[in-house]
């Protein structure tokens, strides 16, 4: 079992940054990655870390996903935009590799932390 608690998420204005953290309770190497919902939207994959790192387009350029030795996850978001507003997500342990961006490829996920751009 692994717990995941995310945190760092907030209101910003449009062009502005902020830093997500996923604490988790369980040591050891394993996949981890950030989704984001968005009010009326499927949930989508947006960075993952593996043996490499991995970015969805959407967000690609804008954002840096990293892990320390403790397994916490960041995601530093800059220079974001009012269609980045959503619900993000801390997911751990891949369980499809090919499609981790997809809301089923993962097996341990946590609660979400709110991310709100102005504009």
């Known amino acids: 079992q692994v717990q995941l608690l995310e945190s760092g998420g907030g209101s910003v204005q449009a062009g502005g940054s902020l830093r997500l953290s996923c604490a988790t309770s369980?040591?050891?190497?394993?996949?981890m990655a950030w989704f984001r919902q968005a009010p009326g939207k499927e949930r989508e994959g947006v960075a993952a870390?593996?043996?490499?790192v991995r970015y969805a387009d959407s967000m690609k350029g804008r954002i840096t996903i990293s892990k320390d030795n403790r397994n916490t996850l960041y995601l530093q978001m800059n220079n974001l935009k009012p269609e980045d507003t959503a619900l993000y997500y801390c997911?751990?342990?891949?369980?499809?590799?090919?499609?981790?961006?997809?809301?089923?490829?993962?097996?341990?996920w946590g609660q979400g932390t709110q991310v709100t751009v102005s504009s």
């Open positions: 997911a751990a342990w891949c369980l499809n590799e090919p499609s981790w961006y997809e809301n089923n490829a993962w097996r341990y």
């Open positions: 369980r040591t050891g190497t394993y996949s």
């Open positions: 870390v593996f043996s490499d």
